[in-house]
């Protein structure tokens, strides 16, 4: 078989594209089936990757896993599923909307921090159950610190994709429950890429303390010539060629932009995902709708290709069979600390803010919503070496468990609109968000 320039042989590429075919039709299956039964499309998606892996179709006789989506061909698929989230955190961080937290600020930040520090505080204290029988991983011991660094954070994200295509799904948008839950998740979602960011430049490091300093310093140059220097460029130049009508140019360039934000990144020695999310953020807003038709639809469209290659491979990497009974108690463990926290945590101040116990439950309900941004922190966990494949598949069904629980739970009597908010002072404007 003749190689190619790269190393990678043309039959490895021809499975590369079978299995690339099979993971978008039995992840359109899955997920048009999860939608009939009220369940986010990414539910499917997922339950896709678990079903096409050595969970279900593993065990048949012939090891049909490994004939679909052989280990030299998988290396491939995780390429192509980097590039479809790498994109989708930029359009997540472009969608990062602060208007939806003005209006509540006071009351989202007290939700979302009294949720996270609570779930943070109960994942460290799993830690410490659970670090002893996961502390290495592929032969190399991992700190008890980045380890229970990370099982906080795990615990402490709200996904805020799903968690707008739930409300949305529910009529709960313009109801108080709804501005609050989506201007909370937006706090929680910074915070947490913080933390995982935290995390990577804590295992680059390696524990040295000098390294960790340099990672942080670059990591606020960065920062800041984003803020600074690369914000105004991009408006300008989003300006100049939208006026110009240069599309196709101007979402090459930006596509461009995106790869080379998220090396930096990853060069410094943090995630690429928060070079793509940064270079989202600093992206300008306006004019809305021309940019919306003519730069976010297409890249809409390319995620909803490669997006559930990326859910897929998760998926794969996800193995039933290998949890022993130790394990499903400290699944029972990991599920019970996962709702707990956020359950808890955002009840209280709910409570203390006057909203009744009903509308509470369903924000605690809504803000235990994990999802695709859990999955996106459990793959980068796993790329830095924090979780061995027992781990990873706990918390892969924890998030499973804590989105799908959402939409059966949720309040079906009229909840009061976004006015009647305590802290409100205008109306939440229309949230939206990446197609998951």
Known sequence: MRALAAGVQEDQIAAMLLGIGVILLVGAGLGALARKVGQPKVIGEITAGIVLGPSLLGLFPGNLTERLFPSDVRPLLSAVSQVGLVLFMFVVGW???????????????????SSIVLA????VA???????????????????????TFMGTAMSVTAFPVLARILAENKLMDTRVGALSLASAAIDDVLAWCLLAYV?????SDGDYADLARIGALSVVYVAVMLVVVRPLISRLVWRWAAMERWPALLAVLCAGVFASSWVTSWIGIHQIFGAFLFGFVMPREPRRVLAAHLRRP????????????????????DLGALTAADCLALA?????????????????????????????????LMNTR???????????????????RMFTMLVIMALVTTAMAAPLLSRREHLTVGDLPTTRTPVADATAPRT
Do not use: M, Q
């Open 333 to 365: 463990l990991v599920v019970a600390v996962a709702c707990a926290g956020k359950l808890l945590g955002a009840i209280a101040p709910a409570r203390l803010s006057g909203l009744s116990w009903r509308e509470a439950k369903d924000l605690g309900v």
């Open 371 to 389: 999802g695709l941004t859990e999955l996106i922190i459990l793959n980068a966990a796993v790329s830095l070496g924090v979780l061995d494949g």
């Open 299 to 318: 890249l809409d469209d390319v995620s909803v290709i490669l997006l559930p290659v990326f859910f897929i491979v998760t998926g794969l990497g996800v």
């Open 126 to 148: 799993a830690a410490v159950v659970l670090y002893p029988h996961h502390d290495t991983v592929a032969g190399k011991h991992i700190s008890f610190l980045a380890f229970a």
């Open 95 to 113: 969608e990062f909307e602060r208007r939806l937290i003005r209006p509540h600020a006071r009351l989202a930040a007290g939700v979302s921090l």
């Open 120 to 123: 943070f505080g109960l994942g």
């Open 200 to 204: 990577s430049a804590l295992v680059s």
